[in-house]
T-cell receptor, first 115, second 111 residues
Framework: ETGVTQTPRHLVMGMTNKKSLKCEQHLGHNAMYWYKQSAKKPLELMFVYNFKEQTENNSVPSRFSPECPNSSHLFLHLHTLQPEDSALYLC??????????????FGPGTRLTVL | QKEVEQNSGPLSVPEGAIASLNCTYSDRGSQSFFWYRQYSGKSPELIMFIYSNGDKEDGRFTAQLNKASQYVSLLIRDSQPSDSATYLCAVTPAGANNLFFGTGTRLTVIP
């Protein structure tokens, strides 16, 4: 176990639904990340939070809305998604951003299917 | 454009052989380099990181970095069937706080 948990592990939703993904890290880290992993594509960084403040939004559509209430929890709120948004959504955390060498540790991911 | 390139494979090696995985990157100022292993249906897990030119060994794994040629490789000695997975190369470019990933190389170790 990496100390990063994600729920739910699997999610099927319709295009009109609203759902949320949850990530929690138990490593005492200050930075948290959302990634999208689609088949045959590199991991795509979506959002970065450092000390609860968003430091990166990688041109993600507004139908994805992140929330970071504290350094241990990260949410991704989903609404009016498209079938092409079906992917594995991975959360990661690292000690910080100050050093570019900070290792990121990943959660198990949420497999999302949009019908 | 910050790119990380990997041969998608599949790369097949017999059990006990050395598996060699390669990665090239486009940003010459990149500073940190990581190898992650991802089993099918699972999340990536860190194997090694390397910052300096040369070799870094950890058990059966050796990471090699050549900044002049902009490549980083991972050697797996005495390959085992349990090493069968997709190996992701990740790079932190100059001035960036984030990782850029390659598409991964799928390795199959044949018993």
């Amino acid at each position: 176990e990496t100390g990063v948990t994600q729920t739910p592990r699997h999610l099927v939703m319709g295009m009109t639904n609203k759902k949320s993904l949850k990530c929690e890290q138990h490593l005492g880290h200050n930075a948290m990340y959302w990634y999208k992993q689609s088949a045959k594509k590199p991991l795509e960084l979506m959002f970065v939070y450092n000390f609860k403040e968003q430091t990166e939004n990688n041109s993600v559509p507004s139908r994805f809305s992140p929330e970071c209430p504290n350094s241990s929890h990260l949410f991704l709120h989903l609404h009016t998604l498209q079938p092409e948004d079906s992917a594995l959504y991975l959360c990661a955390s690292s000690h910080g951003l100050a050093e570019s060498s900070d290792t990121q540790y990943f959660g198990p991911g949420t497999r999302l299917t949009v019908l | 454009q910050k790119e990380v390139e990997q041969n998608s494979g599949p790369l097949s090696v017999p059990e006990g052989a050395i598996a060699s995985l390669n990665c090239t990157y486009s940003d010459r100022g990149s500073q940190s380099f990581f190898w992650y292993r991802q089993y099918s249906g699972k999340s990536p897990e860190l194997i090694m990181f390397i910052y300096s030119n040369g070799d870094k060994e950890d058990g059966r794994f050796t990471a090699q970095l050549n900044k002049a040629s902009q490549y980083v490789s991972l050697l797996i000695r005495d390959s085992q069937p349990s090493d069968s997975a997709t190996y992701l190369c990740a790079v932190t470019p100059a001035g960036a706080n984030n990782l850029f990933f390659g598409t991964g190389t799928r390795l199959t170790v044949i018993p």
